[in-house]
Structure formats: structure tokens, C-alpha cells
């Protein structure tokens, strides 16, 4: 749980998304509608990052309903977003310095073994909208992921890396999410992927929402023709990523690495560059649809439901990214045979 005078950031360097067929005969599958597949009862996987660009959100009552009626401004500073009831949001992906460093900005990417690190290139930025941040604020502007590519060097091959870091915080300068992930990806071509847009969507009680594009087709980024789809580590591999950063950022950290070694300098202007090294580590995340009435008893206190008729409603879970992953994780496994 987030406490309002810390910040979580989450370090989080991903493997390979292999999906293992953990499914039963005691568990019914349920077959998706118009195509009589059946979902397993549970898939086990490791977790990515959800495929979305910079955007900044606003929010007003829905007179008609329940659900709020949220939109995408036009930047941090769009007066429309900022109102008593509801400071606005902004979700704000952090580029390289050499694309912007009037804010917060990716210093550099560092691969190899430990002892013996080798800069990574910075390639481009994957395609989008850029969003305006406020920097009185401290809102930094809002990119998409940056991609890097690793020479080869120190007996590891050539590798291309994409690296997310999303800064969320409130218009008027609350710090309210710090997330960073390293995947290592290859280029996957389709003539389905769109580059990636946030998008008002109506819900039916005269609310709105916002949401994303095109789905993520397993890619852990996507633009024009063209996504990311995430590989595996090399052998051996360290990763150190640095970061300059608003000094109110670099007080508290909490991370996925193995050993991880992190080190803050002053960098001027109110900013802080912050090192943080580590190995790879996989987080797992477990998924699972079962009918309701097929529900273990222990974990319906832990899933949101779907559905109107009881024997038409589903129950999902995921533990990625959950501070009781391994617990929930754990107790889902206790159902499997």
C-alpha cells in the first residue's frame, strides 16, 4: 500500500512471458464466446508492462450515474483537468536526457557482467504523441518507452532492450506511482499493430472512460506495423539503469533485483541522478478463470467478479506487481490438482 509520504518504485527487470498449461480436470474450461476455446482454470506467467503511451487524465461527476467521467486532457497544463473535485492525473513516460533533459530523464543503460559493464545506445523513442508536462508543477513532459541496443561485447551476443519509466503524479505535484522496467525484446511485424493512443470511451450510465488501443498482442511495446515482443536475459547478465530524477524521488526505494546496489549524486536544478544496478530476477504473476460456483473459498476475498447471473459470472485474479503475489500465488496452487 502506497503511504502518502513515500514514494514505491518498482524495479523491475522481466524474463521471457512463457505461458505453462497449469489447468485440470477438476476445473471446467469456460469457452470464450464465438470461438469454443476453453480458458484454463489458472496460466502462469511473468509479468509485463501494460502497453500504454504518456497521457494526462481529468475527471468530473457523471450526473447521470455512478461511474466518473474521465477524459484524456491535452496536456498538464489544460485548465479543464485541474478543478477542486479532481486535481487531474498525469502519466508520464520518461525519455532519454539526449531527447529531453529540462526534467526528469534516462541517463543511460549499462549491460554486461559484474565489474565489467558496457554502455547500451539509445536507438529512438517508441512512436507517440509527446505530452506537456508543467515543470512548475514538477510534471516532466511524457514521451513513450526508449529503445536501446547492446554491442556485442564481454561474451555476450547483441541485444535490444526497451526501458519504461512511468512517473504518475497528481497536476498540482503529487507524486502518486515511480515505476522502471529493463525487457529485453525482439521486433515482431503485423499489419494489426497501431501506434498506441489514450481515447475517450463512453460507458453505458452516461459515464467515460479512458483506455488504450489496439490491445497489446503480448508485446510489451507496439506502434505502426511494428511491437516489441519480450525475450529472454542472457546468460549471466547484470543491468544498471540511471535516472535523473526530482530529489523528493530518490529518498526511499523498494525493488525487484537480486543484490541490487543504488547510488544517489546531486545533479543542479532541484534533480538528483540516481544508479540503480542489479541481476534479472523473474516476477511471476498467476491468472485464473473459473466459474463462481468452482471459486476456492479462500480467495474470493482477493478477485473482482464479472457478470450478472451466477452461473454466467467469472472470477479473475492476477498476482503481478502485488505486494502478496507469492501468498495468492501460492494458495491458487494448492487448487491445481
Not at 501506434?195 to 505502426?224: H, K, P, Y
Not at 535523473?244 to 549524486?265: H, N, Q, T, Y
Request: proline share 4%; aromatic share 8%; glycine share 10%.
Amino acid at each position: 500500500m502506497l503511504i502518502s509520504l513515500l514514494l514505491l518504485a518498482i524495479f523491475t527487470v522481466s524474463g521471457n512471458a512463457a505461458y505453462a498449461d497449469r489447468s485440470t480436470s477438476s476445473w471446467n474450461t469456460i469457452p470464450e464466446a464465438g470461438t469454443g476455446v476453453g480458458i484454463y482454470g489458472a496460466t502462469y506467467t511473468e509479468g509485463i508492462i501494460t502497453v500504454n503511451p504518456s497521457f494526462v487524465m481529468g475527471s468530473r461527476k457523471n450526473p447521470n450515474g455512478i461511474s466518473a467521467i474521465d477524459f484524456v486532457c491535452q496536456s498538464a497544463t489544460d485548465p479543464t483537468c485541474i478543478t477542486d473535485e479532481f486535481p487531474g492525473v498525469a502519466h508520464m513516460i520518461i525519455p532519454p536526457c539526449e531527447v529531453d533533459s529540462s526534467s526528469m530523464c534516462i541517463e543511460g543503460l549499462s549491460v554486461g557482467k559484474e565489474g565489467s559493464l558496457e554502455p547500451t545506445k539509445f536507438t529512438r523513442l517508441v512512436k507517440s504523441k509527446p505530452v506537456i508536462g508543467d515543470k512548475l508543477s514538477k510534471v516532466p513532459n511524457g514521451y513513450n518507452q526508449s529503445l536501446w541496443k547492446l554491442p556485442a561485447s564481454n561474451g555476450f551476443s547483441e541485444q535490444d532492450f526497451s526501458v519504461y519509466v512511468l512517473y504518475k503524479a497528481t497536476l498540482k505535484g503529487k507524486v502518486l506511482d515511480f515505476q522502471t522496467q529493463v525487457n529485453p525484446y525482439i521486433e515482431n511485424r503485423d499489419s494489426r499493430y497501431r501506434e498506441q493512443t489514450a481515447t475517450n470511451e463512453a460507458i453505458s450510465d452516461g459515464g467515460q472512460r479512458i483506455v488504450g488501443s489496439n490491445g497489446d498482442f503480448g508485446c510489451t511495446w507496439i506502434e505502426e506495423g511494428l511491437c516489441g515482443k519480450a525475450t529472454n536475459f542472457q546468460e549471466g547478465m547484470r543491468v544498471e539503469l540511471k535516472l535523473r530524477v526530482f530529489d523528493g524521488l530518490a529518498g526511499w526505494l523498494s525493488g525487484r533485483l537480486k543484490a541490487p546496489e543504488i547510488s544517489i549524486e546531486d545533479a543542479g536544478s532541484s534533480l538528483r541522478s540516481m544508479k540503480i544496478s542489479g541481476e534479472p530476477v523473474s516476477v511471476q504473476k498467476a491468472i485464473a478463470k473459473v466459474k463462481i460456483g468452482e471459486a476456492p473459498a479462500d480467495l474470493k476475498s482477493e478477485v473482482s467478479y464479472v457478470g450478472i447471473r451466477e452461473d454466467q459470472q467469472y472470477l479473475f485474479t492476477s498476482s503481478a506487481n502485488d505486494q502478496r503475489a507469492i501468498e495468492i500465488f501460492n494458495i491458487w496452487d494448492k487448487y491445481k490438482y
